[in-house]
């Protein structure tokens, strides 16, 4: 029986939401790494079992300055944080929404919630309560930034390689309960 998730989308494709919504369907752990990326750069003890999702914390600009602080690092604190990530699915158990694990591990049910620009856009402005330019502009660089920071970690493209994907779900006109459907539909015939 397979009980790991494993949700990677772009920023505003809607992956800590439909997470949320998949542990508690399934009774199984989520895990946001958004919440230990944070938790590391703030200096705070790690709760794996209270992670935060993103709530517009890296739309705003101190979480701007700490995800452009962390490009050039010669081993961010993104290579903790996928440690940590990769002793969780080790677990089971688990739902985790991430942009890089996907690549890392063989385990689990990869799915990526994909969604053009303009609607993710959309979506971080009404959660970070930001106008929808700056919210574009941030969201093009978190893109952007990330993938070029993955290639230089791991050697892999976030943005091209999706062969390592098991479902890929366009969710620019869905709902959140459309999409939640949609992967729990996926999830029940992997069992």
């Known amino acids: 029986m397979i009980n790991e998730l494993i949700l990677f989308g772009f920023s505003g494709s809607g992956k ?18 958004s919440g230990i990326l944070r938790d590391l750069y703030e ?14 914390y890296w739309e705003r600009d101190e979480g701007v300055k700490l995800f452009k602080s962390r490009l050039n690092d010669e081993e961010p ?17 688990v739902v985790i929404d991430s942009w890089s ?3 890392l591990t063989d385990i689990g049910i990869k799915i990526y919630l994909k969604a053009d620009l303009d609607v993710r856009a ?12 700056k919210a574009k502009e941030i969201v093009f660089m978190k ?16 943005s091209q390689d999706h062969r390592v ?15 939640c459907a949609l992967v729990c539909d996926y999830f029940k015939n992997q069992k």
């Open 16 to 33: 800590s939401t439909i997470a949320n919504l998949i542990s508690e369907k399934y009774g199984l752990r989520v895990i946001h790494p």
């Open 101 to 103: 694990l996907p690549w």
């Open 77 to 93: 604190l993104d290579v903790v944080s996928d440690k940590i990530l990769m002793s969780e699915i080790k677990q089971g158990n």
């Open 165 to 179: 994907f098991n479902y890929i779900i366009n969710t620019n006109t869905l709902t959140e309960n459309k999409v």
């Open 122 to 133: 959309k979506r971080v402005s009404k959660r970070s309560n930001i106008d929808y330019g």
């Open 43 to 56: 200096g705070k003890i790690i709760d794996i079992h209270n992670t935060r999702h993103n709530t517009g």
């Open 143 to 158: 893109d952007n930034e990330t993938t070029k920071l993955f290639k230089r970690l791991y050697g892999f493209d976030i």
